[in-house]
């Protein structure tokens, strides 16, 4: 058991109570959802990778498949995926003992797969890299606890409190909602020291029964990992307690919508952020990056709000930003300068639905910065008062968004053509299918009025 000495010290510690039953070899699709195998642990320790079809990165939501094969045809060929041992964390839902280990998508020369999301956020990362910066990332993230929902006719009802009341919206930041669901928050919060993943804090949003939690800053792709393991966790925290946890962009009619709000700084070789001078104020990167959000996030909303419902979280006065306007300490706008000493500056992207990949997400949303930065690109004048009665600058659909993204030439060459060609092919296919479903406003309001 040699590869004991290269995992995190809180997979070593869970190892120590647990005896290791299986480890899962997981690897994040384009949705996000964790793809991969269940394997027993005398075999892990035997195999230093495994095989799955690239075709798991042309899987819809739904389970169907986007035509994205490329020119080989469908032929299903295998991709070699090797563990990143940093990332072996416990799965401490589980009877026995399990380690989650993520993986790295190779074609069969060896080459990293362009399609892969963790790979796609290595190359932007890896951009910054060859110019001497080092990105930072701190990721916020909004879910709702809702009640169990096995009817997809029925709408989304909050969870029960421990009042025996439905949980109730409009209460943002209040202590005693929080507690509410307090067993949840206990076990999220077990669950998470466990893992190894530290919480910077939780606090209730302004839906029912809509939670929020910050993660310490740090490496984008390590960030990225911890997003991706915590939306399981989470999930299986709200299981254990009779409900669901969803990451959906707008769940609940009447309620907020769920972002993922990323915060973003960038250090030099010295460590330093260059988003302050040496006096402490605000320098021409720190401008440039504005910029690039400005200019260049149109096109990639479609990677940010990546399915039907992530607009309908786009709605001028709830909660979620409607343009691309940048303030200072102000909540309205997309673009938004936190309050912080010099040393710490930052810039907060508050665009992105809790429904995206946070790979995918991270990325385009660096991608938007580096271009503004390697094109000095100056961001319009600062608004001032609320940014909700300035001009709606987000794509009202999908559809819309995927034709922007599409032209984006030189978001293409930061994200990788072949992953824009195949994320592309990808979501069309999905419109095409949600374009099949009539819903039940349809029926009510078409099917004997028209």
Known sequence: MSWIKDIPKAARTYLESNRLDEVECVIADLPGIARGKAVPASKWEKQSYFHLPNSIFFQTITGDWGEAAGPGGWT???????????????????????????????????????????????????LYRKQGWTPVVAPEMEFYLVARNIDPAKPIEPMMGRTGRPAAGRQAYSMSA????????DDIYEYAEIQGIEIDGITQEGGAGQLEINLRHGDPVALADQVFFFKRLIREAALKHDCFATFMAKPI???????????????????????????????????????????????VIAVMAPYVNSYRRYVRDYAAPINLEWG???????????????????????????????????AASLACGYLGMMNETRPDKRYQGDAYDAEDEIPQGLYAALDLFD??????????SEFVRVYSIVKRAEYNEFLQVISPWEREHLLINV
């Open 407 to 416: 032209e984006a030439t030189q978001i293409h060459d930061v994200l990788g």
């Open 76 to 126: 299903e060929p295998d991709m070699t995926l090797k563990p990143d041992m940093a990332t072996a964390t416990a799965a401490p839902w589980a009877a026995d003992g399990t380690l989650q280990v993520i993986h790295d998508a190779f074609d069969q020369k060896g080459d990293p797969v362009e399609f892969a999301p963790r790979n796609v956020l290595k190359r932007v990362v890896e």
């Open 328 to 362: 200072r300490d102000n909540r309205t706008t997309g673009i938004r300068i936190p309050l912080s000493p010099p040393e710490s500056r930052r810039i907060e992207n508050r665009l992105a639905g809790m429904d995206c990949n946070p790979y995918l997400c991270i």
């Open 253 to 299: 009619e009447g309620e907020p919508g769920s972002a993922m709000h990323v915060h973003h700084s960038i250090l030099d070789a010295q460590g330093n952020n260059i988003f302050t001078d040496s006096q402490g104020g605000e320098t021409d990167a720190f401008f440039h990056f504005i910029g690039g959000l400005q200019e260049h996030m149109p096109s």
């Open 178 to 185: 929080v507690d509410d669901y307090g067993p949840v928050i």
